[in-house]
Protein backbone atom coordinates (compact mmCIF):
# COMPACT_ATOMS: atom_id res chain seq x y z
CA UNK A 1 0.00 0.00 0.00
CA UNK A 2 0.97 3.86 -0.35
CA UNK A 3 1.35 4.00 3.67
CA UNK A 4 3.73 1.06 4.27
CA UNK A 5 5.89 2.64 0.98
CA UNK A 6 5.98 5.78 2.68
CA UNK A 7 6.73 4.28 5.93
CA UNK A 8 9.49 2.04 4.18
CA UNK A 9 10.89 5.61 2.40
CA UNK A 10 10.92 7.41 5.94
CA UNK A 11 12.72 4.32 7.56
CA UNK A 12 15.69 3.86 5.02
CA UNK A 13 15.63 8.13 4.16
CA UNK A 14 16.99 10.14 7.09
CA UNK A 15 15.50 13.79 6.61
CA UNK A 16 16.71 17.46 7.59
CA UNK A 17 14.86 20.58 6.70
CA UNK A 18 16.89 23.14 5.09
CA UNK A 19 16.10 26.78 5.46
CA UNK A 20 14.50 27.78 2.16
CA UNK A 21 16.26 29.84 -0.63
CA UNK A 22 14.51 33.01 0.35
CA UNK A 23 15.18 33.09 4.01
CA UNK A 24 18.80 32.09 3.20
CA UNK A 25 18.96 35.29 0.44
CA UNK A 26 17.05 37.53 2.52
CA UNK A 27 17.61 37.39 6.22
CA UNK A 28 20.77 34.74 6.83
CA UNK A 29 22.40 36.29 3.91
CA UNK A 30 21.32 39.09 2.07
CA UNK A 31 22.87 40.47 -0.60
CA UNK A 32 23.18 44.88 -0.87
CA UNK A 33 22.03 47.22 -2.98
CA UNK A 34 25.13 48.03 -4.97
CA UNK A 35 26.38 44.72 -5.39
CA UNK A 36 22.48 43.92 -6.79
CA UNK A 37 22.56 46.65 -8.79
CA UNK A 38 26.27 45.65 -10.32
CA UNK A 39 25.31 42.19 -11.10
CA UNK A 40 22.22 42.88 -13.35
CA UNK A 41 24.58 45.30 -15.10
CA UNK A 42 26.84 42.80 -15.56
CA UNK A 43 24.41 40.36 -16.81
CA UNK A 44 22.95 43.18 -19.08
CA UNK A 45 26.45 44.35 -20.66
CA UNK A 46 27.10 40.25 -21.54
CA UNK A 47 23.67 40.17 -22.67
CA UNK A 48 24.38 42.75 -25.34
CA UNK A 49 27.37 40.65 -25.87
CA UNK A 50 26.32 37.69 -26.78
CA UNK A 51 24.12 39.61 -29.18
CA UNK A 52 26.04 41.93 -31.01
CA UNK A 53 27.64 41.00 -34.39
CA UNK A 54 30.60 43.42 -34.36
CA UNK A 55 33.40 41.16 -32.69
CA UNK A 56 36.30 43.84 -33.33
CA UNK A 57 34.26 46.18 -31.36
CA UNK A 58 33.10 44.33 -28.35
CA UNK A 59 35.51 43.70 -25.24
CA UNK A 60 36.70 39.78 -25.06
CA UNK A 61 35.11 37.75 -22.19
CA UNK A 62 37.60 36.58 -20.22
CA UNK A 63 37.13 34.23 -17.16
CA UNK A 64 39.63 33.21 -14.89
CA UNK A 65 40.43 31.39 -11.52
CA UNK A 66 41.03 27.78 -10.42
CA UNK A 67 38.88 24.83 -11.96
CA UNK A 68 37.38 24.55 -8.11
CA UNK A 69 37.68 26.21 -5.39
CA UNK A 70 39.27 24.34 -2.62
CA UNK A 71 40.74 27.30 -0.62
CA UNK A 72 38.01 29.89 0.80
CA UNK A 73 41.45 32.49 1.49
CA UNK A 74 43.23 31.51 -2.15
CA UNK A 75 39.14 32.27 -3.76
CA UNK A 76 39.02 35.98 -2.13
CA UNK A 77 43.29 36.11 -3.24
CA UNK A 78 42.41 35.27 -6.52
CA UNK A 79 39.33 37.64 -6.65
CA UNK A 80 41.86 40.89 -5.77
CA UNK A 81 44.25 39.66 -7.81
CA UNK A 82 41.74 39.84 -10.65
CA UNK A 83 40.39 43.14 -9.23
CA UNK A 84 43.01 44.73 -9.56
CA UNK A 85 43.52 44.16 -13.46
CA UNK A 86 39.62 45.28 -13.54
CA UNK A 87 40.76 48.74 -12.10
CA UNK A 88 43.03 49.46 -15.24
CA UNK A 89 41.01 51.71 -17.51
CA UNK A 90 42.99 50.03 -21.11
CA UNK A 91 42.28 46.40 -19.62
CA UNK A 92 38.61 47.82 -18.96
CA UNK A 93 38.06 48.51 -22.02
CA UNK A 94 39.30 45.48 -23.87
CA UNK A 95 38.31 42.83 -22.06
CA UNK A 96 35.39 41.88 -19.78
CA UNK A 97 36.66 40.15 -16.67
CA UNK A 98 34.55 37.49 -14.74
CA UNK A 99 35.58 34.25 -11.57
CA UNK A 100 34.87 31.11 -12.25
CA UNK A 101 33.09 30.00 -9.15
CA UNK A 102 32.90 26.24 -9.04
CA UNK A 103 32.08 24.85 -5.56
CA UNK A 104 31.61 21.52 -6.42
CA UNK A 105 34.80 20.19 -4.95
CA UNK A 106 34.67 22.76 -1.79
CA UNK A 107 34.62 20.82 1.11
CA UNK A 108 34.92 22.65 4.33
CA UNK A 109 36.71 21.17 7.57
CA UNK A 110 36.27 22.06 10.94
CA UNK A 111 40.03 21.41 11.72
CA UNK A 112 43.26 23.90 11.38
CA UNK A 113 45.14 23.29 8.64
CA UNK A 114 48.27 24.59 6.98
CA UNK A 115 47.45 26.99 4.13
CA UNK A 116 50.88 26.29 2.48
CA UNK A 117 50.14 22.59 2.24
CA UNK A 118 48.80 21.38 -1.49
CA UNK A 119 44.86 20.97 -2.39
CA UNK A 120 44.75 18.06 -5.38
CA UNK A 121 42.99 19.95 -7.74
CA UNK A 122 41.78 17.23 -9.43
CA UNK A 123 40.40 14.38 -7.20
CA UNK A 124 39.73 13.71 -3.61
CA UNK A 125 43.33 12.21 -2.65
CA UNK A 126 43.75 15.40 -0.31
CA UNK A 127 42.63 14.56 3.13
CA UNK A 128 41.91 19.22 3.06
CA UNK A 129 39.82 18.37 0.34
CA UNK A 130 38.05 15.07 1.70
CA UNK A 131 34.11 16.52 2.28
CA UNK A 132 34.23 16.46 6.95
CA UNK A 133 30.87 14.08 6.13
CA UNK A 134 28.96 15.93 8.31
CA UNK A 135 26.03 16.42 5.98
CA UNK A 136 25.53 20.29 7.49
CA UNK A 137 23.84 21.73 4.59
CA UNK A 138 22.32 24.05 6.60
CA UNK A 139 25.60 25.45 8.32
CA UNK A 140 27.25 25.00 4.42
CA UNK A 141 24.91 27.25 2.12
CA UNK A 142 25.26 30.52 3.85
CA UNK A 143 29.05 29.83 4.66
CA UNK A 144 29.58 29.51 0.57
CA UNK A 145 26.64 31.71 0.04
CA UNK A 146 28.62 34.03 2.56
CA UNK A 147 32.01 33.68 0.33
CA UNK A 148 30.80 33.91 -3.06
CA UNK A 149 29.22 37.54 -1.73
CA UNK A 150 32.81 38.44 -1.03
CA UNK A 151 34.04 37.76 -4.22
CA UNK A 152 31.08 39.03 -6.05
CA UNK A 153 32.09 42.38 -4.62
CA UNK A 154 35.11 43.17 -6.13
CA UNK A 155 34.72 40.46 -9.33
CA UNK A 156 31.76 39.56 -11.28
CA UNK A 157 31.19 35.67 -11.05
CA UNK A 158 30.46 32.12 -13.26
CA UNK A 159 28.93 29.61 -11.81
CA UNK A 160 28.46 25.97 -11.89
CA UNK A 161 24.91 24.94 -12.09
CA UNK A 162 25.75 21.35 -10.91
CA UNK A 163 22.11 20.44 -9.64
CA UNK A 164 18.59 21.63 -9.87
CA UNK A 165 17.87 23.16 -6.30
CA UNK A 166 21.62 24.70 -5.15
CA UNK A 167 20.67 27.57 -7.51
CA UNK A 168 17.80 28.68 -5.57
CA UNK A 169 20.55 29.60 -2.77
CA UNK A 170 23.23 31.37 -5.03
CA UNK A 171 22.16 32.11 -8.86
CA UNK A 172 21.60 35.52 -8.00
CA UNK A 173 25.05 36.35 -7.76
CA UNK A 174 25.82 34.94 -10.99
CA UNK A 175 26.80 37.21 -13.74
CA UNK A 176 26.80 34.13 -16.30
CA UNK A 177 26.91 30.17 -15.47
CA UNK A 178 28.66 26.86 -16.85
CA UNK A 179 26.80 23.56 -17.45
CA UNK A 180 29.53 20.89 -17.31
CA UNK A 181 30.19 17.89 -19.65
CA UNK A 182 29.12 15.15 -17.42
CA UNK A 183 25.25 16.97 -16.99
CA UNK A 184 25.20 18.15 -20.57
CA UNK A 185 23.13 15.65 -21.70
CA UNK A 186 20.32 16.08 -18.68
CA UNK A 187 17.08 16.94 -19.51
CA UNK A 188 16.69 18.73 -15.85
CA UNK A 189 19.48 20.48 -16.36
CA UNK A 190 18.04 21.77 -19.85
CA UNK A 191 15.24 22.42 -17.92
CA UNK A 192 16.95 25.04 -15.19
CA UNK A 193 18.43 27.01 -17.89
CA UNK A 194 15.42 27.67 -19.86
CA UNK A 195 14.57 29.75 -17.24
CA UNK A 196 18.14 31.70 -15.81
CA UNK A 197 18.23 35.22 -16.22
CA UNK A 198 21.72 35.15 -17.00
CA UNK A 199 23.99 33.43 -19.38
CA UNK A 200 24.95 29.63 -19.65
CA UNK A 201 27.66 28.03 -21.40
CA UNK A 202 27.45 24.46 -22.19
CA UNK A 203 30.98 22.38 -21.38
CA UNK A 204 32.21 19.82 -24.02
CA UNK A 205 34.52 17.98 -22.11
CA UNK A 206 36.94 18.05 -19.12
CA UNK A 207 40.38 18.62 -18.62
CA UNK A 208 41.25 15.34 -17.42
CA UNK A 209 38.20 13.00 -19.41
CA UNK A 210 39.24 10.11 -19.87
CA UNK A 211 35.88 9.49 -21.66
CA UNK A 212 36.56 11.77 -24.63
CA UNK A 213 39.99 10.53 -25.42
CA UNK A 214 38.84 10.47 -29.58
CA UNK A 215 37.62 12.89 -32.09
CA UNK A 216 34.66 10.85 -32.30
CA UNK A 217 33.66 10.78 -28.75
CA UNK A 218 34.61 14.80 -28.89
CA UNK A 219 32.04 15.27 -31.63
CA UNK A 220 29.54 13.57 -29.56
CA UNK A 221 29.88 16.04 -26.51
CA UNK A 222 29.95 18.69 -29.01
CA UNK A 223 26.40 17.64 -30.48
CA UNK A 224 25.19 16.71 -26.98
CA UNK A 225 25.92 20.52 -26.36
CA UNK A 226 24.62 21.99 -29.32
CA UNK A 227 21.29 20.32 -28.84
CA UNK A 228 20.86 21.24 -25.01
CA UNK A 229 21.26 24.88 -26.28
CA UNK A 230 18.51 24.03 -29.06
CA UNK A 231 16.46 22.60 -26.28
CA UNK A 232 17.09 25.20 -23.38
CA UNK A 233 16.24 27.87 -26.06
CA UNK A 234 12.37 26.61 -25.60
CA UNK A 235 9.82 26.98 -22.98
CA UNK A 236 9.27 24.32 -20.55
CA UNK A 237 7.12 23.14 -17.77
CA UNK A 238 8.52 20.94 -15.23
CA UNK A 239 8.03 20.65 -11.57
CA UNK A 240 10.63 22.39 -8.98
CA UNK A 241 10.73 24.22 -5.74
CA UNK A 242 10.29 27.75 -5.51
CA UNK A 243 11.99 30.44 -3.20
CA UNK A 244 9.45 29.85 -0.60
CA UNK A 245 10.31 25.92 -0.19
CA UNK A 246 6.38 25.39 -2.22
CA UNK A 247 6.67 22.32 -4.81
CA UNK A 248 5.29 24.79 -8.29
CA UNK A 249 4.65 23.64 -11.74
CA UNK A 250 7.19 26.35 -13.35
CA UNK A 251 6.93 27.91 -16.49
CA UNK A 252 9.83 29.26 -18.39
CA UNK A 253 10.06 31.12 -21.78
CA UNK A 254 13.78 29.65 -23.05
CA UNK A 255 16.74 31.00 -22.50
CA UNK A 256 18.35 32.81 -26.12
CA UNK A 257 21.84 33.43 -23.89
CA UNK A 258 23.38 30.54 -24.16
CA UNK A 259 26.93 29.41 -25.52
CA UNK A 260 29.26 26.69 -26.67
CA UNK A 261 32.36 26.06 -24.42
CA UNK A 262 34.93 24.72 -26.79
CA UNK A 263 37.60 22.54 -24.96
CA UNK A 264 40.81 22.92 -26.42
CA UNK A 265 42.77 21.12 -23.50
CA UNK A 266 41.76 17.87 -23.20
CA UNK A 267 45.08 16.08 -22.16
CA UNK A 268 43.61 12.64 -23.57
CA UNK A 269 42.96 14.18 -26.78
CA UNK A 270 45.30 16.42 -29.08
CA UNK A 271 43.34 18.77 -31.12
CA UNK A 272 44.88 20.50 -34.88
CA UNK A 273 44.24 23.90 -35.89
CA UNK A 274 41.87 21.47 -38.64
CA UNK A 275 40.48 19.96 -36.31
CA UNK A 276 39.31 22.84 -33.97
CA UNK A 277 38.27 24.66 -37.40
CA UNK A 278 36.39 21.52 -38.01
CA UNK A 279 34.72 21.71 -34.18
CA UNK A 280 33.52 24.99 -34.60
CA UNK A 281 32.07 24.54 -38.13
CA UNK A 282 30.43 21.45 -36.96
CA UNK A 283 29.24 23.97 -33.59
CA UNK A 284 27.79 26.53 -36.39
CA UNK A 285 25.91 23.83 -38.71
CA UNK A 286 24.01 22.39 -35.96
CA UNK A 287 23.13 25.46 -34.70
CA UNK A 288 21.65 26.65 -37.78
CA UNK A 289 18.24 26.27 -36.53
CA UNK A 290 18.69 28.79 -33.81
CA UNK A 291 20.35 30.89 -36.37
CA UNK A 292 16.75 31.03 -38.39
CA UNK A 293 15.92 31.88 -34.95
CA UNK A 294 17.82 35.10 -34.96
CA UNK A 295 20.23 34.07 -32.07
CA UNK A 296 23.45 33.70 -33.23
CA UNK A 297 25.40 30.91 -32.23
CA UNK A 298 28.14 31.53 -29.76
CA UNK A 299 31.99 29.84 -28.68
CA UNK A 300 34.04 30.28 -25.97
CA UNK A 301 37.37 28.90 -25.96
CA UNK A 302 38.98 27.04 -22.80
CA UNK A 303 42.33 27.00 -22.86
CA UNK A 304 42.92 25.29 -19.61
CA UNK A 305 46.20 25.68 -17.13
CA UNK A 306 48.71 27.87 -19.16
CA UNK A 307 52.43 27.15 -18.32
CA UNK A 308 55.50 27.67 -20.10
CA UNK A 309 55.28 24.28 -22.06
CA UNK A 310 51.94 25.28 -23.87
CA UNK A 311 52.02 28.79 -23.26
CA UNK A 312 52.58 29.63 -27.25
CA UNK A 313 50.41 27.04 -28.30
CA UNK A 314 47.84 28.39 -27.29
CA UNK A 315 48.79 32.18 -27.86
CA UNK A 316 49.28 31.02 -31.86
CA UNK A 317 45.52 28.73 -31.67
CA UNK A 318 43.74 32.00 -30.04
CA UNK A 319 45.32 34.53 -32.57
CA UNK A 320 44.35 32.42 -35.44
CA UNK A 321 40.44 32.27 -34.25
CA UNK A 322 40.43 35.47 -33.10
CA UNK A 323 41.97 37.87 -35.23
CA UNK A 324 43.47 36.19 -38.74
CA UNK A 325 40.12 33.83 -39.09
CA UNK A 326 37.30 36.67 -39.94
CA UNK A 327 34.46 34.30 -39.99
CA UNK A 328 35.41 32.47 -37.12
CA UNK A 329 36.16 35.35 -34.59
CA UNK A 330 32.37 36.68 -35.30
CA UNK A 331 31.33 34.04 -33.38
CA UNK A 332 33.82 34.19 -30.53
CA UNK A 333 32.60 35.17 -27.46
CA UNK A 334 35.65 35.18 -25.14
CA UNK A 335 38.75 32.61 -23.44
CA UNK A 336 38.20 30.55 -19.98
CA UNK A 337 41.59 30.15 -18.54
CA UNK A 338 42.71 27.87 -15.52
CA UNK A 339 44.76 30.54 -13.66
CA UNK A 340 45.56 27.68 -11.18
CA UNK A 341 44.99 27.39 -7.37
CA UNK A 342 47.63 29.38 -5.57
CA UNK A 343 47.68 33.63 -5.13
Not at 116 to 129: A, D, M, R, V
Request: with cysteine; proline share 3%; aromatic share 10%.
Amino acid sequence: SSSSSALCLSERARQVAVAQPEVIQQFISPITYEISNKIINDRLSLSNLLKKDNPITNPLVIISGPNFIGNKNQAKACSNWLNKFQKEKSFNLNLFLLMRCNLMNYNYSYEEYDDNEKIIPYGNKSSINDSCMSYEVNYGVPYCRNLLLEIVSRVPIVGELADTITPQYTSDLYSMAIIGSSVVESQLHRELVSGASYAVGFQTSDYNNKNVNDLEKFNCKITSSTQAILASNKPHHFLSITKTGQAAIVCTTGNDETFVILQLNNIYLELSNQDIKDTIAKILRELKLKERNKVKPVILFDVGLINLNNIFKYYEILKTFLVDEAKTSAYVLGVQINSGDDY
